[in-house]
């Protein structure tokens, strides 16, 4: 069965300090897709990113990086220079190819000070 | 990517009530997701509809309390029936788009009274 762990529930930072969010996931696919959204307090859900199983390549978006590593599991992302407006609640995600289900972390709420 | 609208943006119902969710998506896809996100919680897959059958109930969530509709490639609500407070969730439909992945709705909030 598959499953996503967000181990960190709330992170405070302050603005322009860098900040990793863990992301631990479980299946037994061989090909499956693993996704970052960010959920602002206003509700609605922002996609990210989407990798999927074969592609290990670190991605880099402006102030944003994901690392991705299948020996441990992991996808995780970091913010760099943290502003105000990176405040909200951030959600991994894993769907797996068999299944096209798109299972949830718990998510991890990020509270960025100024 | 798709576009969905989702319908209504948020309700306050009074408990043992029903209340039907509707999303419309601008394509034609296959299959459709409705998620539950419980207040301060992550979201709870519910069901998947796929218009060519019934939908498929996660485990905890039964027909009965969540009918879903899908009568075209375009198309599909979900009736929260016989509400009581422990309802009262954001309640958001999805739909995959292989070139792009998923895409949601921007959620109906419930509030049962």
């Known amino acids: 069965a598959q499953k996503v762990t967000q181990a960190q529930t709330e992170i405070s930072v302050v603005e322009k300090e860098d900040v990793t969010l863990d992301c631990v996931y479980e299946t037994r696919d061989t090909t499956y897709y693993l996704f970052w959204y960010k959920q602002p307090p206003s509700g609605e859900l922002v996609f990210l990113i989407r990798?999927?199983?074969?592609?290990?390549q670190n991605e880099i978006s402006g102030r944003y990086s994901w690392n991705f590593q299948k020996s441990t599991s992991s996808f995780n992302f970091t913010i760099t220079a943290s502003q105000v407006v990176d405040s909200a609640v951030y959600f991994c995600a894993l769907s797996e190819a068999g299944t096209d289900k798109l299972i949830f972390g718990t998510g991890t709420r990020l509270q960025v000070f100024p | 990517s798709a576009v969905i609208s989702q319908k209504p943006s948020r309700d306050i119902c009074q408990r043992g009530t029903s209340l039907t969710i509707q999303c419309q998506v601008d394509s034609q896809v296959t299959m459709m997701f409705w998620y539950r996100q419980q207040p301060g919680q992550s979201l709870t897959l519910i069901a998947t509809a796929n218009q060519a059958s019934e939908a498929t109930y996660e485990s905890g969530f039964v027909i009965d309390k969540f009918p879903i509709s899908r009568p075209n490639l375009t198309f599909s609500t979900l009736t929260v029936s016989n509400m009581s407070p422990e309802d009262s969730s954001i309640y958001l439909c999805?739909?995959?788009?292989?070139?792009?992945?998923?895409?949601f709705g921007s959620g109906t909030r419930l509030t049962v009274v």
């Open positions: 999805s739909v995959l788009d292989r070139a792009y992945g998923y895409t």
């Open positions: 990798r999927n199983s074969f592609d290990e």
